[in-house]
């Protein structure tokens, strides 16, 4: 089992950028996939990112491709979300989550960090 706990949201402009984290608990964090999801107001739950166990390999949605780095770092046990080019449209509240396999249901949750991009 594995325990999330995300950091690093906030209130910035157009075009600012952010770095959200998400520190792993227990001492298996590199054998899990990790994912990074957000959900804004009114909407579902969408995917943003995700990294591989090795941190090797990596996808993005098209909606941040080009903008959104994920990283992680399995000495810290910790996953990053670097955001640049923040647009309004990226106002969420965004959660990291993590997976034994490459595909189906990731079945550990953080509680969220809000970020909120002002025009």
């Known amino acids: 089992q594995v325990q999330l706990v995300e950091s690093g949201g906030g209130l910035v402009q157009t075009g600012g950028s952010l770095r959200l984290s998400c520190a792993a608990s227990?001492?298996?964090?590199?054998?899990?996939?990790m994912g990074w999801f957000r959900q804004a107001p009114g909407k579902e739950r969408e995917f943003v990112a995700r990294?591989?166990?090795?941190?090797?390999?990596?996808y993005y949605a098209d909606s941040v491709k080009g903008r959104f780095t994920i990283s992680r770092d399995n000495a810290k046990n910790t996953v990053y979300l670097q955001m640049n080019s923040l647009k309004p449209e990226d106002t969420a509240v965004y959660y990291c989550?993590?997976?034994?396999?490459?595909?189906?249901?990731?079945?550990?949750w953080g509680q969220g960090t809000q970020v909120t991009v002002s025009s």
């Open positions: 989550a993590a997976r034994a396999g490459l595909s189906g249901n990731y079945a550990y």
């Open positions: 227990g001492r298996t964090f590199s054998s899990y996939n």
């Open positions: 990294i591989r166990r090795s941190g090797s390999i990596t």
